[in-house]
């Protein structure tokens, strides 16, 4: 902030001539952003900044002015080359306040070239690296033949308000509208979040989201996306430069690319938060960008295309009954996870619980989804195992996944892979709560095999 002057003015030396394509300014919003209007933004290589180039057909409008984000484009296309950078408001007495000021410029001598695997995103993407005093840019870049990750998945949110539970999110529901129910909701509540859980380190590139937009849009302003393996989100990396702006907020889909390089974040866990403010958090569709398996130089577990659940309505038995909670809830394709419901099966509070179904001939079996009770109770999930085989004594039959922890058992959905690409051959697949006194509540049992 300059004191009240005529003409007053910001300069900055970069150091050497750079290539700059434009410049954004982060316009001060509490109050004042008017001043700003009659702005010329300059560059060249005159340390008298007056007798340098005009970036952008005319200085700064009282529209443009009206933004928190201003991009100044110095040209069609053609950049202008120059050591010094200045704003000044020309021709007025008035204060000169910038929150921030990025100057766009390729970050060496002579042309970019990119690799024909990858493709461009426009140039006013987000900056992928900062030096003393300025922001370089390359066009960001993403990988060709990315691939939505969220099928399926399981997800959480930090409350439910208006029965918009979590599991919205990635529901492959892209309405925009709340009233087709397919967008989330949360409690007004102070940085209220939303995750979800891949089931196993995943290496990320780009996350898209899809805004609610029959009101409300604005409501994502501030929220980071994160990406990382910690269940406690602070921990993990945020994916872009910084949290959503207003500006993108006012969009139905929102793009945020990880890292502009094109480098991925991995991690098993990618969350949405809104920071720093008491609000709601709305989010009508996540989708979560990968490259297809053969690009990694790390193994990544696949099951087949064709697999069908295949216990749907099959004969199952449970070491006891609770409340009406039959074994056949499980697996009678409600995915309801409300026990009031009278989709879930429950049994007394017990030694070891277990829950068993016959498949009625032996399966190749990649992976068993557990729906768990989220009306209250799904850490009592934790310590549950899974097994597969052709044995009616369940702990002969081979484990399929791990033993799951209290952290894994937070979301609705659960996913246990048998094996990494692989199968487990069996007609028994049965669930069981391993060293402890419990009860077992499963609201659905979908086991994914061959047909």
């Known amino acids: 902030m300059t004191s009240k002057e005529f003409q007053p003015w910001w300069k900055i030396d970069l150091g050497v001539s750079r290539e700059i394509y434009h410049v954004t300014i982060a316009n001060r919003m509490d109050c004042c952003n008017f001043r700003v209007r009659k702005s010329e933004v300059r ?12 970036c952008g057909p005319r200085p ?3 529209r443009m002015a009206r933004n928190e984000t201003i991009n100044v484009v110095c040209g069609c296309g053609e950049p202008i080359t120059g050591r010094y950078v200045s704003i000044q408001i020309f021709n007025k007495t008035q204060i000169l306040t910038l929150c921030e000021v990025e100057i766009y410029a390729f970050s060496g001598t002579g042309n970019l070239t990119l690799s024909e695997q990858w493709t461009t995103v426009p140039m006013t993407s987000l900056p992928f690296t900062t030096g003393p005093g300025f922001t370089t840019l390359i066009p960001c870049i993403e990988p060709v033949g990315l691939l939505n990750t969220t099928k399926g998945v399981g997800a959480i949110q930090s409350s439910t308000r208006r029965g918009a539970k979590a599991g919205r999110a990635v529901d492959s529901g892209y309405s925009s509208d709340f009233a087709d129910l397919t967008c989330t909701h949360t409690a007004k509540e102070w940085e209220p979040w939303w995750m979800v859980d891949l089931g196993g380190p995943l290496e990320v590139y780009k996350v898209s989201i899809t805004n609610r937009m029959d009101c409300c849009s604005f409501r994502l302003r501030g929220s980071e996306i994160r990406v990382g393996n910690s269940l406690s989100i602070a921990e993990n990396t945020m994916c872009g430069k ?15 690319v990880c890292n502009c390089t094109g480098i991925p974040i991995e991690g098993r866990y990618v969350s949405v938060q809104i920071k720093g403010a008491r609000q709601v958090l709305n989010l009508c569709e996540v989708d979560i960008w990968m490259l297809e398996p053969g690009h990694y130089t790390e193994k990544v577990c696949t099951i087949p295309n064709d697999v ?3 216990a749907l309505g099959k004969l199952v038995q449970q070491s006891s009954i609770k409340n009406g909670g039959e074994p056949e809830r499980a697996v009678d394709g409600n995915k309801n996870s409300n026990f009031d419901g009278n989709s879930c099966s429950l049994t007394k509070r017990e030694n070891e619980p277990w829950w068993v179904v016959d498949l009625g001939e032996s399966r190749d079996v990649y992976q068993v989804v557990i729906t768990n009770t989220m009306d209250c109770c799904s850490f009592k999930l934790a310590n549950v195992e899974v097994h597969v085989g052709d044995s009616e004594v369940m702990d002969e039959n081979p484990i399929c996944g791990t033993r799951m922890s209290k952290d894994e058992v937070l979301f609705e959905t659960i996913n246990i892979p048998c094996g990494c690409s ?3 051959t069996g007609r028994y697949v049965s669930l069981q709560l391993k060293d402890v006194v419990k009860e077992l509540c499963l609201c659905e049992v979908e086991i994914f095999a061959t047909p």
Request: charged letters at 30%; proline letters at 3%.
């Open 43 to 54: 560059v060249g290589d005159n340390e008298d900044f007056t007798q340098n180039a005009l």
């Open 242 to 256: 910084r949290p959503l702006s207003r500006r993108s907020t006012r969009a139905e889909t929102i793009d945020q």
């Open 422 to 424: 692989e199968y487990i």
């Open 308 to 310: 069908q659940n295949v």
């Open 60 to 62: 700064i409008t009282g």
